[in-house]
Each structure stands twice: as structure tokens, then as C-alpha cells.
């Protein structure tokens, strides 16, 4: 057929019905996907979020298992055996090297599980107190972010969906501690807690976690809402002038069910990204108030206060205070890169 | 300046004021809290003595009484009231001379922050990855992750220890250096990553493409058009900075044994000396929220675009 190249002429035979074989071309099968997936996708392909997962997860699990299986605990003083003098020799020994009493057993032949990192000035085995002081830090700031978004999702939530005068009331109150000074707080209450609580718990079961460890988390769930609560507040004013809450309500839905069935679950995203970045900051402070003497109790272990136990004996043994300090700097790191790779793949607004 | 401006303003005093009130109340209360009062730790006195001491130190009256006086004697003549351990020495006296040091490296430390970072910054946005770039990005990385306390302790192995270059020890001119160093380093960091992730918005934006079509030069556009707005997030962080440097100074304070305000409150902590304790955390909290409140309006009134609510 003569066609110009401008012409209006239509080709006809672009019109004829196509055949099923060309209908079958034409459909591209792809897997149906939700946001979920798609978010894991996108997080696969972020190399520096998944390195960093892998580092948290390799750190978590021997922070987990390494202390069953481990011949020493964190608070075995080698050198000491009942009805027996101390023995020094286990005293402040250096990376890979052993006890009198241990080296004449590896000459008998026994194997001997080596001191990695040595031992402390107390000849406690300073590799697995190490390893108990991550596993510390680590719950410290699992559990201090769990209590934060529980209390920082109630508030929110209730004062974004009730709005007028409680949502005033209690976005000023937030707005109060949120200019709060947070670190002099912490350490202030901190500092009264634990000698407030330290009577209080005697002979409960709690008493066992310590005074230190759960004025912490008081000041947690006392303090460090309010952010988490503010973000879940906007998130809620936004979606409850969506269609589909007008849809719910119209349908006779209450208050609980429009909040629990479709509020919450539509801002998940923005609750796990900064629940996983709260975990790095709370395992900042704990480290810092342990520094300062205020954190776990002794003969527990954790991050921080092997740091600071380790200032005293610096200039013979820097690598006690270097170990720590490793470890603190690589769980942080890691932590946060992973948080960061998981906004920019669950936050539906970077999408664009 | 307009009347939303001014409004806004308004507001953040008040809200400010209430935050002060707040800390003083909290401050009060919490440090009466505490079980067993201050002369329990002493060497062991008669009853007579005890209430002797505790009504010249006013610890006799109820305690809401004791609140209101102390107040109104903070709010109107800025007197916490004579130290419970140091005798014959004011709270104040002895937070004026700490603060004397504590003031001068904090202010050193941020300068030294400020400075480097916006430098630093820039360099990595405008040399936008290429080696240089990497690098800044990366030590800056380390630096954010590392805690105060850590950074201080490394710094004082390799340099007063290891290297013997610089005193360990805080009390002298040069024993100030690394501390002064340590303080500084995290908020350069950031300021680093802020400068340059706001210079390469603004490298981005019309008004630089539309210069360099004029034919500006290089640097007339760089200093001239795009440092000056990519500074305006840096204000920002103008508070949260003295924030780090005032709680970072509790701990480099500690380690290098520096006479400042930093390690008065920690020391009181520890010895209870409740007037001291409360002094310390209401004159820090007040330079933390007035800073913040400072850096806040400061940002609303250089750039008027943005809405605060």
C-alpha cells in the first residue's frame, strides 16, 4: 500500500483482531508482589545494609551462643579455687598466654582453651567478658527500644486519632520533655534511681538484672518517647483524612478498630525504621552512663564499663580499652547503616 | 520581620521558660528522692548534731516549703546555695569556676567543628566521588559511630601514652589540646556530612545553573552563591552541638582530669552533694535550651521560607 509519511491514512490491518498466540505475547506473567517483598528487594541491593546486616547478625549470635559452650564465665576469677591461696599467675595475663596451674596441664597433655584477649586484673577471662558485655549492650538496647515504642505508639497514636484538646494537651507535655536536656536528665535520674530502686528490688527477681539495668529503662520509658511518639502523631493526622478510614467509619467502624486495622499497620514502615535506629542510640547511652560508673552492676559486664574498667590499667594493657571500643563502634555503625538502608527501602515517599 | 515571625518567637520563649521550670522542678524533687540525706555518708554524728546541721542547711522544714525557697532564690538572685562538701563555697562560685575552662574549650571545640567541617564538607560535595570525597565520607562514618568516652581514651593512648607528645593530664594549658580535639570531632563529622549533602541540594538547584550560564566564575558561584545557602541547615544543628559538647564534657572532663564544670557534676553525683548537683544540672540545662532556642529563631529568621509550626 503507497503511504506517505505524513498522511492521515490508517493501516488497516493494525486493526485486525489479534490471534490468541499474540494475545499471549502481549502478557507479561510477573509475579504479584507486596510492599513487604518489595522492600526486601530494594534492601538486597543495598550492599552496605546487607554487610551490615550480617555483621549485627554475626555479632548477636556468638553474643547468644558463645557464652554456653565457653570453658570460662564472666565472672570466674581463675586464679581462685576454693581452700587453695590465689594464685597470681592468672593475674592480667596477655593475649594467649596461661596460668601456672594451666601451663603444667597442657604439659600432662591436656588441651586448654586459650585466653584470646587474656585475663582482667581479677584474672577473669577478658574474651568472654567481652563477649557477655556485647550480649548486655545488645538486650540494653533491644529492650530499652521495645519500651520506647511501646509507649512512644500508644501516645502517638491515641493523640493523633483523638485530635482537639488531648492531642494539644499532650503534644505540649511531649513538646516539654522533647526540649528537655535529655543526657543531664539521664544521668541525674539515673544516678537517684539506682539508689532509690536499689532497696526497693532486694530479694525480688528482679534484683538479679540490677538496679542499674532497670532505672536505665526507666529513664528510657520516662525520656526517649517523645520523638517516637511525635512521628507516629503526623503519621496518624495523614492517614486518618484517607478515604478508606472515612470508608471504615462509615461502615460503623470504633476508634480501636479503625487504629488497629488500618492506622498502625499503614505506618509500620516508619515504626520498624526508627525502632531500629533507636537501638543504636540506647546502646550509646548505656555505654556512656556505664562509663560514668552509673550503668550495669558489678560483676556483670557490659561495653562501656569494660571500657572504663580498662582506663585504670591503660598505659600497660591499651588493647583492653580498644577491644571494647571496637565493638561498641562496630555494633553502632553497623546498626545505624542498616536502619538507614531500611528507610530508603520501606519509605514509600523516598520512592519517588 | 513579621508578626508570624514574632508569634512563633513568642511561643518558643515560653515554651522555654516552662522547660527551665521543669528542670528545676524535676531536679528538686528527683535529688530529695534519694533515700538517706546528704550528711548520712559522714562520719557517724549525734542526733542533736545531725538536726542541727539540717536546720541551718534549711533541710528541716516540709519539703514543698523548702521548693518554693529555692525557687524563688534561683529565680531572683541566682543563688543554689552553699555546697554541702566543699565547705565555706557556693554552688555558684564553684560553677563559675569551672565553667571558666569548660567554657573556653567548648567554645574552642566548636569553633574548631565548625570551621573544618563546613571546609571539609564542602570540599567532599564539590569533589562528589572522587577519592577525596570517599575518604572524607568515611572517616567522618567512624567518627559519628564512635562515643565521646572512646575517642577520648584512643586519643589519650596514642598521644599521651603511646607518643608522649601531649600531658595526659587536663590541669595544664597543654594538657587542654586533646580534650579540646576529642570534643570537637563528632560534631566536625557531622557538620561535614550536613554541609556537604545541603551543598550538593543547592549545586542542584536553578538559580547555580543559571549563574554559570551568565558565566559567574567557579568561585564566585561557590562562595558567593551556593556556601552562603548551604550553610542554613548548618544553623540548625547550632543547638543539638552544644548539647553533644556540654554532655560530651561530662566524660572528657573525667578522662583527662580537666578542672571543669563537667567534672564538678559528675563528682557531685557521686559525693551527693545535692545543692551542687542540682545547681550544675539547671545551670547546664538552661545554656542547653536557651542554645537550642537561639539556633531555632536563628534558622526561622535567615531563612523565611521555612514554616515552623
Not at chain 1, 503511504?3 to 493494525?14: L, P, T
Not at chain 1, 532486694?202 to 520516662?222: R, Y
Not at chain 2, 550544675?280 to 535550651?289: E, G, H, M, R
Request: one cysteine or more.
Amino acid at each position: 500500500m503507497d503511504k506517505k509519511a505524513f498522511s492521515a491514512h490508517v493501516d488497516m490491518e493494525d486493526f485486525i483482531p489479534a490471534t490468541d498466540k499474540e494475545k499471549e505475547y502481549m502478557v507479561s506473567m510477573r509475579p504479584s508482589t507486596t510492599f513487604f517483598k518489595d522492600g526486601i528487594k530494594r534492601l538486597k541491593k543495598n550492599k552496605v545494609a546487607v554487610v551490615s546486616f550480617f555483621v549485627i547478625l554475626i555479632i548477636t549470635l556468638s553474643a547468644i551462643f558463645v557464652p554456653m559452650f565457653w570453658p570460662y564465665s564472666y565472672d570466674q576469677m581463675l586464679g581462685m579455687m576454693p581452700g587453695q591461696p590465689v594464685d597470681n599467675s592468672f593475674l592480667n595475663l596477655t593475649p594467649f598466654k596461661y596460668g601456672k596451674s594451666e601451663l603444667s596441664r597442657i604439659e600432662a597433655g591436656e588441651h586448654i582453651v586459650p585466653h584470646i584477649f587474656g585475663t582482667d586484673s581479677q584474672g577473669r577471662d577478658y574474651f568472654i567478658r567481652v563477649v557477655y558485655g556485647t550480649r548486655i549492650s545488645l538486650a540494653v538496647g533491644f529492650f530499652a527500644s521495645i519500651i520506647v515504642l511501646i509507649i512512644g505508639l500508644t501516645v502517638g497514636s491515641v493523640s493523633g486519632y483523638a485530635g482537639g484538646k488531648t492531642d494539644l494537651i499532650i503534644m505540649r507535655i511531649v513538646d516539654m520533655i522533647y526540649s528537655l536536656p535529655d543526657m543531664l536528665m539521664v544521668i541525674l535520674l539515673a544516678s537517684v534511681l539506682k539508689l532509690v530502686l536499689e532497696n526497693a528490688l532486694e530479694g525480688t527477681v528482679l534484683s538479679k538484672i540490677g538496679s542499674n539495668i532497670i532505672s536505665l529503662f526507666v529513664v528510657f520509658g520516662l525520656l526517649y518517647w517523645v520523638s517516637m511518639a511525635r512521628l507516629i502523631r503526623g503519621q496518624i493526622l495523614s492517614l486518618k483524612e484517607q478515604e478508606y478510614v472515612l470508608a471504615a467509619r462509615a461502615a460503623g467502624a470504633g476508634g480501636k478498630w479503625v487504629i488497629f486495622k488500618h492506622l498502625i499497620p499503614n505506618c509500620f514502615s516508619v515504626i520498624i525504621i526508627s525502632t531500629a535506629l533507636q537501638i543504636p542510640s540506647a546502646i550509646f547511652t548505656e555505654s556512656y552512663l556505664s562509663f560514668l560508673g552509673l550503668g550495669v552492676n558489678a560483676p556483670m559486664p557490659s561495653l562501656g564499663s569494660l571500657a572504663s574498667d580498662a582506663l585504670n590499667g591503660l598505659t600497660s594493657y591499651p588493647y583492653r580499652l580498644v577491644i571494647p571500643a571496637i565493638v561498641i563502634s562496630l555494633i553502632v555503625l553497623s546498626l545505624n547503616l542498616f536502619g538507614d538502608g531500611l528507610r530508603d527501602a520501606f519509605d514509600p515517599k523516598l520512592n519517588s | 520581620m513579621n508578626t508570624k515571625t514574632l508569634m512563633y518567637i513568642v511561643k518558643r520563649l515560653i515554651l522555654a521558660i516552662l522547660t527551665i521550670w521543669l528542670v528545676i522542678t524535676v531536679t528538686f524533687f528527683v535529688m530529695h528522692a534519694v533515700p538517706g540525706g546528704p550528711f548520712v555518708g559522714e562520719k557517724a554524728v549525734t542526733e542533736s548534731v545531725r538536726k542541727a546541721m539540717e536546720a541551718k542547711y534549711g533541710l528541716d522544714k516540709p519539703l514543698f516549703e523548702q521548693y518554693l525557697t529555692y525557687l524563688s532564690e534561683v529565680v531572683t538572685k541566682l543563688d543554689f546555695g552553699p555546697s554541702l562538701k566543699q565547705r565555706g563555697r557556693n554552688v555558684l562560685d564553684i560553677i563559675a569556676d569551672g565553667m571558666k575552662t569548660s567554657a573556653m574549650i567548648g567554645i574552642i571545640a566548636a569553633i574548631i567543628a565548625l570551621v573544618i567541617g563546613v571546609i571539609l564538607g564542602s570540599v567532599a560535595a564539590l569533589r562528589r566521588n572522587r577519592i577525596i570525597d570517599r575518604v572524607i565520607m568515611v572517616i567522618t562514618t567512624a567518627f559519628v559511630s564512635m562515643p565521646s568516652f572512646i575517642m577520648g581514651t584512643l586519643l589519650l593512648t596514642v598521644f599521651a601514652v603511646r607518643l608522649n607528645l601531649l600531658p595526659a593530664n587536663g590541669a595544664s594549658k597543654n594538657g587542654l589540646i586533646l580534650p579540646i580535639i576529642t570534643l570537637s570531632l563528632y560534631p566536625m563529622a557531622y557538620i561535614t556530612r550536613l554541609t556537604r549533602s545541603s551543598m550538593l541540594d543547592v549545586l542542584g538547584q536553578d538559580y547555580i545553573r543559571t549563574a554559570r550560564a551568565k558565566g559567574v566564575s567557579r568561585a564566585k558561584i561557590i562562595f558567593g552563591h551556593a556556601l552562603k545557602n548551604s550553610l542554613i541547615p548548618v544553623i540548625t544543628y547550632f543547638g543539638p552541638m552544644l548539647a553533644y559538647i556540654v554532655t560530651g564534657s561530662l566524660v572528657v572532663e573525667q578522662i583527662f582530669a580537666v578542672p571543669g564544670i563537667g567534672r564538678a557534676f559528675v563528682n557531685s553525683i557521686t559525693g551527693r552533694d545535692y545543692p551542687l548537683v542540682m545547681g550544675t544540672t539547671i545551670v547546664l540545662a538552661v545554656l542547653i535550651v536557651v542554645m537550642n532556642l537561639v539556633g531555632d529563631i536563628l534558622y526561622k529568621i535567615v531563612d523565611p521560607r521555612i514554616t515552623l509550626e
